[in-house]
């Protein structure tokens, strides 16, 4: 267990609909961030929040959106869902100092149909 | 071009081998080296993390970092079949967003 937890681990669901999924950062971690981990794009980064403020975004499509709560638990929405959208979703959390890698959950499996 | 470059693989080696694998990379902005390893429907798991230039050794694992040449390496001593997993490069410029390579999976047979 790597102290990051994320569920749903599983979620199917039709095209056009909305999914939420909910990750829980390591103890102690203030640093959120969300990965896609497709087949053809390999692991791409989403977006980062620290400690309840967005920090960075990467390749995150307007259909998504996140956000990290007051507990530190963070949240990514997915809407108008496409069967492109089908994919690993990842959360990973990290202290804010320079040199640290990520500690990653065991990511949510999304499938659209 | 890509801003870091992994070949995907496979790779299959004997138990008791060793493992080369590399990445290539072209952002000059990247400061910290690091390899995971991922089993299949796992999230990766940090193995090494570098800053300079040269070796650093862990165990069975040892980490290369060339910066001049833009070049990476994990070499895996006396591998095992619980070796068998993804392996993927990764780097941090400023800030703290990863870039990963595209990951090469590695199998050890037995």
């Known amino acids: 267990d790597s102290g990051v937890t994320q569920t749903p681990k599983h979620l199917i669901t039709a095209t056009g609909q909305r999914v939420t999924l909910r990750c829980s950062p390591r103890?102690?971690?203030?640093?959120v961030y969300w990965y896609q981990q497709s087949l053809d794009q390999g692991l791409q980064f989403l977006i980062q929040?620290?400690?309840?403020?967005?920090?960075a975004k990467g390749n995150i499509l307007e259909r998504f959106s996140a956000q990290q709560f007051p507990d530190l638990h963070s949240e990514l929405n997915l809407s108008s869902l496409e069967l492109g959208d089908s994919a690993l979703y990842f959360c990973?959390?990290?202290?804010?100092?320079?040199?640290?890698?990520?500690?990653f959950g065991s990511g949510t499996r999304l499938t659209v149909v | 071009q890509k801003e870091v470059e992994q070949d995907p693989g496979p790779l299959s080696v004997p138990e008791g081998a060793i493992v080369s694998l590399n990445c290539t990379y072209s952002?000059?902005?990247?400061?910290?080296f690091m390899w995971y390893r991922q089993y299949s429907r796992k999230g990766p798991e940090l193995l090494m993390y570098?800053?300079?230039?040269g070796n650093k050794e862990d165990g069975r694992f040892t980490a290369q970092v060339d910066k001049s040449s833009k070049y990476i390496s994990l070499f895996i001593r006396d591998s095992q079949p619980s070796d068998s997993a993804t392996y993927l490069c990764?780097?941090?410029?400023?800030?703290?967003?990863?870039?990963f390579g595209g990951g090469t999976r590695v199998l050890v047979k037995p």
């Open positions: 929040y620290y400690n309840g403020e967005e920090r």
């Open positions: 990764a780097f941090k410029a400023a800030g703290n967003k990863l870039t």
């Open positions: 952002n000059s902005a990247f400061q910290y």
């Open positions: 103890s102690g971690d203030l640093s």
């Open positions: 990973a959390s990290s202290v804010e100092v320079q040199g640290s890698g990520y500690t």
């Open positions: 570098t800053y300079s230039s």
